[in-house]
């Protein structure tokens, strides 16, 4: 790091202005961040991967400090039994357990994202195995903001993937799964991840998988 850049540091740890330099730039040296989340069913605590997932790490700390995830609620849990493929692919893992949130109040309103959808990192984040956090979005695979998920199962379904299929004569046509970015692992709190997978859901409006009574997160913040 140059005399400059540590000056700059130096400055900011002085100034309490620690996070809002770059992620890169922030962790670069030291040990990864880590989150605390306080919820109705106990703490949960996060280690984020800013090496894997640089500009998705970056994203979830701004909403962070924001203090955007305080009072909101885990609105999505799903809980599928695994079941087998077919054919040359009928090992193939196809179930998908998570408990979702980030996103949502207390009365399942959505709340407006405070910043620009991040780019998908999947591609060199960490694969959606058990214990790990990872971001929610839409079918565009550029388009999360602060929705975020905990894999409470390994769900491979949600990783990246790329195949290849042969369609004449010395031709391939190659087709890629954008797959959902994991962007860091639970270190503590996991019991309580699976309790909230445990609860009990029902189908509200037009979501379904809503806990039948609300899990708040009630405070996320950064260990310090």
Excluded: W
């Excluded at 309580?192 to 189908?203: G, P, Q, S």
Aim: charged residues 20%; hydrophobic residues 40%; contains cysteine.
């Amino acid at each position: 790091m140059t005399l400059a850049r540590t000056l700059i540091l130096a400055a900011a740890l002085a100034c309490g202005l620690f996070l809002a330099l770059p992620v890169n730039e922030t962790f670069a040296a030291g040990p990864p961040p880590v989150v605390i989340m306080e919820t109705s069913m106990g703490r949960i605590i996060v280690m984020l991967s800013p090496k894997d997932a640089p500009k998705t790490v970056e994203n979830f700390l701004k909403y962070v400090n924001a203090g955007f995830y305080d009072g909101t609620v885990f609105h999505r849990v799903v809980q599928e039994k695994g079941y087998q493929g077919r054919g040359d692919r009928k090992h193939e893992n196809k179930s998908m357990n998570i408990v979702q949130g980030g996103g949502y109040t207390a009365n399942i309103s959505k709340k407006e994202a405070l910043f620009p959808p991040v780019v998908n990192e999947a591609s060199t984040g960490l694969v959606n195995a058990r214990g790990t956090i990872a971001m929610a979005r839409t079918d565009n695979p550029d388009s999360a903001t602060s929705e975020f998920f905990f894999n409470v199962r390994d769900n491979p379904i949600l990783d990246r993937k790329e195949s290849y299929s042969k369609t004449g004569a010395g031709s391939f046509d190659s087709t890629t799964k954008a797959g959902y970015c994991a962007f860091g692992k639970v270190i503590r709190g996991m019991d309580v991840v699976e309790r909230i997978h445990a609860v009990k859901t029902i189908t509200r409006g037009r979501m379904e998988n809503v806990p039948a009574e609300n899990v708040i997160l009630k405070k996320a913040y950064l260990a310090r």
